[in-house]
């Protein structure tokens, strides 16, 4: 081979003695061949595919730019310059003898690459990115390897005169123009179309160089450093990485992979089935068998009891073992690509330790030449260079595998409950599928970073025990002994912490399940003073919860000790091995520093590997979840047909429907034709099924036999309304072309013009979570405004006009509903309670207990003498005249004498009147923009602001923009911390890891001292007692520096512990004191978000950061101590580098940090949005908008994904630059060793290089826990934020009313006033009336006349502005907040439970004997419907108490107030909501159990009142009368009006 190169090149092609001196030098031929081609073929065997852009049919070219042109010019020289040389060897070759071959192959080669480069250059014009890659390392490599050439030509012209002058040049020219090129290539090339994209994000048209230093983000982070950024600032995300391109492939591999799985999971059953035996029913199963199935129930402890029914052991199965696989086929090209950058690094890590071995040899060893050190230190540069480039790469894909699996799988979720079955629904909870979205979706991501660790770990460690051999023979099995003794002991760990974090995320699901119920019933806790119980209740769970963690911190604190002990307790036992076991081995540098540098390589792996296991295991756990929910039963309606029937728009065939598939009838042979145009009624008693018929139509219902057809579009409206977060306007569009007059013509008919005349803004109002700045009434309005604008064929309506009064209801039946409405041409099927509307409906359909009993119209149903006859007779009588006198809709109190058909009907109540405190809350809003618009600019702006604004401002907004706090987080939080910790433990936690290091420092700086033994007693036999006592004193030092860690480790735990009890308890106890306006204005979603995941990171992740960091700094400070020990002039280099560092780290933390806070508060939205979706899906459903909810979703979470994305590449951009700094430490400690090698010991050296091999990670670790830390412990601040919230006035005061307060139930208004905050109107201005003892007074006035608020008063949610209210001689002001709320009783408006037993909800501090709380439930109705349950009292009520009808939530409520029996009873009528059975009930039991109370009734419906002793009438906020009804009537008042508008004459037609 060799010769034929002489032949080629016409010299020598390799000769070993040019290297074997100090000037070495490399032959000319080896020169002129292997240094040429390879970057050559590098370049012909990459090269060509770049062209393939130019084969493509159809692709647009972009312009031309400078830079391109600069390019095409150096190439086009290039070769001019290759051409020279040819011409130049054919000269030459007719002067005189033949050249050797190398003259023409070489140039005639450069020629064909510098086409094929002006080629690539054209083709790239193709795509976004301009720059190649490829280019760019061939010209890299082509530079490299043109050095060698390079200096030998000049030493060569140094030493004689220039033999081969045209040569020479030529060659520096090419040189330079390769170099100029090299340069070129490095900048992004931005032609003017691109311009755009580059400005929404620049990563697509960056240059390779760019992208692999991450260059093209820098402007991110001087961007982040002049300001805080805002999530406006934040690039856009590449078309490929937004949620739908990702989630399209994963649903589709996704489907084909659920499908198979399903088939095995039939295929287990029916195993399962043979197994069983078909005996019947498997009731005679062995022994054996039934004990099973009794361990695995005891294992489903939290599923519910009631599916016991149809199999024995509930929800065991479900497809498995498809969720991995899926992600796996969706990012396969991430996975590949990562695998080979890791490989790439992997290799690289192992060549450091024989560099460094090389590099002591090279110190040792006098007669060795200087050019080898430099090239040894070169070299150790270089590889930590492109290590870290790839290290970088890797990690970059690893981090966006794991947010495009985050991102997946959330939509994966969010779709799968948009089209899930009832019966699936109800075994999560809302809370619960939320978890799955945050902390299970939230695994995956954390467990795709960290993946690839599964298979390069091991590697790792395989290729270092490889080397160790190398090194140190058969004594490494001793360090690999004790390596494998920790394995089962970790495992063991392992299993511990598992089971360990399963209960725990069973502790934290039932306290995020309780705190979701407190925050959304927050009124009823504060009205019946039950925030104590709840308080408890919370409490109770939060300690398992802490005791567990504990227990975790515990476990975690041991294996870290063990961890720190591996790689000391490795090498003692292998350098004590290789010692004792021949005294002819002895220590010295090369051996003992390689292998130093060999085990530190091994210890990341083994660190990680358990790490990754443990990830690996709860993902696990988050897999199964996942698998069950994402595999569970989609919504099944083939029974719902939608074929042409001519004369029939909704036809129920022999329908039978449940809610489960095993679970009782609710609908039962339902055989009904609804002709199209028609308005058909239905009505029955409480819970005879009238809603799960409404279910059944929009399929929400298992279908047992039987079809429903329907044709055309459906809109309904549901018995609760459900409102969005989102303006009033977009409530009612609900994403449906505005259509001005249409829309206008709506909000007229459905009485929505009043209202908006009260909102701040109109209909551009924003509207709270659940719509709580709306009242009943107007939500539900809102809700039919919705179905009318939608214009569909078929209005399926389950109750609309309950929620409002009846003057109202009556202008929407005329308006909207009835013959004469703005849907006479529709088909409307209307469930109603109301008996005034029946005579004027088509058709009337009557339920009894699921089935029909009857049906025809009013006239039919009343000559059968049926059910409904009867019926009639009980309560019609009175609606009767009722309704003949109440002929013209009801006008407003001032304008009885315009008695138009068309007058707007009144509005009526609001809930809270929490509109009246947005109204007010516009002076607030107005401070803050006054305060933002003076910090951005001069003052001319505010006088802007100051016209424009307020007319938009006007309490549009109710619930602010989440605070994101920016700048530096405060030192303060740091201390507040520690202080919750404890500031004795925090300092002796930093002692223990001081201790340690100084201990670590020790034993490096022995173990050197004992490799420089092998110099001393070079040709001497080693002494036995100088052997034991290095081994000695090394594993003493070892063992101190583990037994200091697991002190310090340990103590944190206890602190840490300690630390999360005090801030959840401040947390809590806060937020169940602040006053009802706070929950108001800030939507529940933030509130829970503190709760969950601030309190978590508190938990679980700031302790790590603080222990990481701790070590990480004490780590660095050590190592430059160690090798500016050995190598002082190394001190001189840490100045620049350390200020490089400081400089580099403070930039990217403010830009970190604050794309953390955009990350947290841009998840927000992801979870409320999706709770909102929940809550509302039949109504989502029923109008077919899963396609926009969908849409929406994407676009809330690729909002979020911008940030983490942002954030992921702000952590690479730093990696890169400190990487280079480590790479710098590395390389000076090289030199300064090479420049001082003689006065310097082998063993030295290698204690400086090998620390400083280690220093690169450790700084990446130093910053990444600072940053980390940064930004955990604005958790902290966070939940300090809500601990800091005003509070209302304290519960128990040291003045308590006498016992047996209130008495006689007197209640005294002083010239009261009240106002909602300190800078509004007064709501009530100067109330003075007394009620006297057992009186019974209706309230009545018109929306906003102060109705509610002096309830609110009364119960002091609003705190008086001026006057007392004094009960029974007592001033309410001056007592505590319990005192006051238990003694008085209310029957709120809207029935709120909870979840937990019914006596809980009835009795949450078990004050009262099961005897009394029966006597209460008879009382209300509720003793029979009890006691046919099986658990009695101890019936489970679902979340929001679903389990229960809205009838019977009203009666659980009546039966607390009777078990409260306090002396003062307020009524805050809800009776809208119930049937009338219901309703005469409900009064009857007031009339006859409060007998002897002072009773209040804030009254919607005059009926209810006619029989009180007084009625107070308020109208803006004063009493205009107060009197007996009788006395009022004769009048002719206010309240007269208002009678007749009602159709009362006299107080006599009220029976009811």
Known sequence: MSAALDDFCGSIFWNASFLTRPDADLPVCFQQTVLVWVPLGFFWILGPWQLLPMCKSGAKKSSVTKLYITKQVLATLLMLTAVAEVALAFVEDTEQDPLPAVQYTNPSLYIATWVLVLLIHDARRFSLCRDSGILFCFWTLSLLCGILPFQSLIRRALQAPISDMPRFILFFISYGLQLLLFLVSGFSDITPETKEITKKNPAVTASFLSSITFAWYTSMVFKGFRKPLEIEDIWELKSKDKTKAIYAVLEKNMKTAVRKAQGELEKRKRKKRRREGDADHGNNMTKAQSKDILVLEEKQPKRKKKEDKGDSVPHKDFPRGWLVKTL???????????????????????????????????????????????????????????????????????????????????????????????????????????????????????????????????????????????????????????????????????????????????????????????????????????????????????????????????????????????????????????????????????????????????????????????????????????????????????????????????????????????????????????????????????????????????????????????????????????????????????????????????????????????????????????????????????????????????????????????????????????????????????????????????????????????HGSYSTLLANRGAFSQFLNLYGSQEEDASKKNTTAVALAGDEEQG??????????????????????????????????????????????????????????????????????????????????????????????????????????????????????????????????????????????????????????????????????????NILRVPMSFFDTTPTGRIVNRFAKDIFTIDETIPMSFRSWLSCFMAIISTLLMISLATPFFALVIIPLSIFYYFVLRFYVSTSRQLRRLDSVTRSPIYSHFGETVSGLSVIRAYGHQERFLQQNESTIDINQKSVYSWIISNRWLAIRLEFVGSLVVFFSALLAVISKGTLEGGIVGLSVSSALNVTQTLNWLVRTSSELETNIVAVERVHEYTKVKNEAPWVTEKRPPRGWPSKGEIQFVDYKVRYRPELELVLQGITCNIGSTEKVGVVGRTGAGKSSLTNCLFRVLEAAGGKII?????????????????????????????????????????????????????????????????????????????????????????????????????????????????????????????????????????????????????????VEYDSPEELLKKEGVFATMAKDAGITNTDTTVL
């Open 328 to 854: 796996c086929k969706t990012f396969w090209q991430n996975l590949l690509l990562s695998v080979a950058f890791k490989l790439v690094h992997d290799g690289l890590v192992f060549v450091s330790p024989q560099l460094l071995k090389l590099l002591i040899a090279f110190v040792s060893d006098e007669e060795s030449f200087a050019w080898q050190g430099y090239l040894y230190s070169i070299l150790l540069f270089l590889t930590a260079l492109i290590q870290s480039l790839c290290l970088q790469q890797y990690f970059s894909l690893c981090f966006q595998l794991g947010t495009n699996v985050r991102a997946s799988l959330i939509a994966a979720i969010y779709k799968k409950a948009l089209t899930m079955s009832s019966a699936t629904r109800k075994e999560s909870t809302v809370g619960e599928t939320v978890n799955l979205m945050s902390a299970d979706a939230q695994r995956f991501m954390d467990m795709a970073n960290f993946v690839h660790q599964l298979w390069s770990s091991p590697l790792q460690i395989i290729l270092s025990i490889v080397f160790l051999w190398g090194e140190l023979g058969p004594s490494v099995l001793a360090g690999i002994g004790v390596m494998v003794l920790l394995i089962p002991i970790n495992a063991f760990m392992v299993a511990k912490a598992k089971t360990i974090q399963v209960r725990n995320m069973k502790n934290k699901d039932e306290r995020m399940k309780i705190m979701n119920e407190v925050l959304n019933g927050i009124k009823i806790l504060k009205l019946f003073a039950w925030e104590p119980s709840f308080e408890k209740r919370v409490n109770e769970i939060r300690a398992h919860e802490l005791k567990d963690l504990l227990n975790f911190s515990y476990l975690q604190s041991v294996s870290i000790f063990l961890f720190t002990c591996a790689p000391f307790l490795v090498s003692l036992a292998t350098f004590a091995v290789y010692v004792l076991v021949d005294e002819n081995n002895i220590l010295d540098a090369q051996k003992a520093f390689t292998a130093i540098s060999l085990f530190n390589v091994l210890r990341f792996p083994m660190a990680m590997l358990p790490l990754v296991l443990s990830s690996l295991v709860q993902t696990n756990v988050s897999t199964a979840r996942l698998e069950r929910y994402l595999g569970g039963e989609d919504l099944d309606t083939s029974a719902i047909h939608h074929n042409p029937i001519a004369g029939s728009a909704v036809r129920f065939s022999e329908a039978t429907f449940a809610w489960e598939q095993d679970g009782n009838d609710v609908i039962r042979d339902v055989t009904l034709d609804i002709a199209p145009g028609s308005l058909v009624a239905v009505v029955g008693a409480v819970g005879s099924g009238k809603s799960s018929l409404v279910s059944a139509m929009l399929g929400e219902m298992e279908n047992i036999k039987g079809h429903i057809n329907i044709q055309g579009s459906l809109a309904y409206v549901p018995q609760q309304a459900w409102i969005q977060n989102a303006t009033l306007k977009d409530n009612i569009l609900f994403g449906s072309e505005l259509d001005e007059a249409r829309y206008q013509q709506v909000i007229k008919a459905c009485a929505l013009l009043p209202d908006l005349e009260l909102l701040p803004a109109g209909d551009q109002t924003e509207i709270g979570e659940k719509g709580i700045n709306l009242s009943g009434g107007q939500k539900q309005r809102v809700s039919l405004a919705r179905a009318v604008y939608s214009n569909a064929d078929i209005y399926v309506l389950d109750d609309p006009l309950s929620a409002v009064d009846a003057h109202v209801g009556k202008y929407l039946f005329d308006h909207v509903l009835g013959p004469k409405g703005l849907l006479q041409k529709k088909t409307r099927i209307l469930v109603t309670h109301s008996i005034s509307f029946l005579p004027q409906v088509d058709n009337i359909v009557v339920l009894v207990a699921g089935a029909v009993s009857e």
């Open 1367 to 1519: 009960i029974d001689e007592v001033d309410i002001a001056t007592i505590g907040l319990h005192d006051l709320r238990q003694n008085l009783t209310i029957i709120p408006q809207d029935p709120v439970l909870f979840t937990g037993t019914l006596r809980m909800n009835l009795d949450p501090f078990d004050q009262y004997t099961d005897e009394e709380v029966w006597k209460a439930l008879e009382l209300a109705h509720l003793k029979t419907y009890v006691q046919d349950l099986p658990e009695g009292l101890l019936h489970l009520v679902s979340e929001g108490g679903e389990n229960l009808s809205v009838g019977q939530r009203q009666l659980v409520c009546l039966a607390r107030a009777l078990l409260r029996k306090a002396k003062i009873l307020i009524l805050d009528e809800a009776t809208a909501a119930v049937d009338l059975e219901t309703d005469h009930l409900i009064q009857t039991t007031i009339r006859s159990e409060f007998a002897s109370c002072t009773v209040l009734t804030i009254a919607h419906r005059l009926h209810t009142i006619m029989d009180s002793n007084r009625v107070m009438v308020l109208h803006a906020g004063r009493i």
């Open 900 to 1069: 138009d058909e068309d007058l707007e009907p009144c509005v009526e109540e609001s809930p809270d009147d929490v509109v009246t405190m947005t109204l007010k809350r516009e002076a607030s809003i107005h401070r803050r923009e006054f305060s933002r618009s003076l910090s951005k600019n001069s003052t001319n702006s505010w006088n802007k602001t100051q016209e424009e604004p307020p007319k938009k401002l006007k309490g549009q907004q109710l619930i602010e923009k989440e605070a994101v706090e920016t700048g530096k987080v405060k030192f303060s939080m740091y201390l507040r911390y520690l202080r919750a910790v404890g500031l004795w433990y925090s300092f002796w936690v930093a002692m223990g890891y001081v201790g340690q290091y100084v201990a670590f420092v020790g034993t490096n700086l022995w173990l050197s001292a004992w490799t420089d033994d092998a110099q001393r007693y070079l040709n001497q036999t080693y002494p036995v007692e100088q052997r034991d006592l290095r081994i000695g004193v090394f594993g003493a030092l070892g063992v101190s520096q583990a037994l200091f860690l697991l002190f310090a480790t340990i103590l944190s735990a206890y602190g840490a512990m300690r630390a999360s009890r005090i801030m959840h308890q401040q947390l809590l106890s």
